[in-house]
């Protein structure tokens, strides 16, 4: 198993506020790791400096390191490129106005494919892989605005994997949807864990157990324990770790 992440004394601070304090945690490759714990604990704002989405807020400053395959992305990675080998599916799935087809082909563009015949391959790639392709090939032209939640969450999922990304950082992926949209999704997860490497906030401990290789445990801006999920689950080392998948608080 390869790290393929590495977060080294990563400190986080919104203007005054410190949101991440001296995180420490390796995202190995092929893997499902949950972030967990209490809302504002910094789940997603750890998750966000893994392709540098909090570049885009004033207040917030950095201090410690965060490579992807050894490089650091803050001082040695275009954040473009890094968002292209680091992509993210949001909470609410968040469809751009326009058709399906355009909706996937929309990553590829932006990086400069043009021909017809490449886009027309990459749009049906990424919809199989996202497990939607059978539900939309014969409507690919019409807006993606008339899906359902659970199939516009996956056109995001496939969007983010039509520019060939190497990791996928889910934030509350599934939280907006019903229990068989989910089920696909997680199913999906599972199988695409084969060719890429997931980070995912929930806080769904269930769907954390079902699906995940590892776990890590935040709590008021720290990382309170990771290790592999069945260990966390069933054994885990610190009394706040076992009191809150216990659903003790939080
Ligand atoms: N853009 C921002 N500007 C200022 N403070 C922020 C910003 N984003 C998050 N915070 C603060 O940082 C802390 C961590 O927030 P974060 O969203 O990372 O938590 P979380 O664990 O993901 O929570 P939730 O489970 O509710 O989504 C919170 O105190 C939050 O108010």
Known sequence: MATIIQSENL??????????????????????TALIGPSGC????FMKTLNRMNDLVKSCRIEGKVTLNGVDIYKDMDA?????RVGMVFQKANPFPMSIYDN????????????HAKLDEIVERSLQQAALWDECKDRLKTSALG????????LCIARA????????LMDESTSALDPISTAKIED???????????????????QANRISDVTAFFLLGELIE??????IFLNPTNKKTEEYITGRFG
């Open 80 to 84: 473009n490129i890094l968002r292209k």
């Open 226 to 231: 990771a290790g592999e999920t069945k260990q």
């Open 188 to 206: 999906l997860c599972l199988e695409l864990k084969k060719k890429y490497t997931i980070v995912m906030v929930t806080h769904n401990m269930q």
């Open 104 to 115: 996937v082909a929309y990553g590829p563009r932006i990086h400069g494919i043009r021909s």
């Open 161 to 168: 994997l039509a520019v060939e990304p190497e990791v996928l």
């Open 147 to 154: 899906m359902s939640g659970g199939q516009q969450q996956r």
């Open 11 to 32: 400190n986080l601070w919104y203007g005054d506020h410190q949101a991440l304090k001296d995180i420490n945690l390796s995202i190995e490759e092929h893997q499902i």
């Open 42 to 45: 910094g789940k997603s704002t």
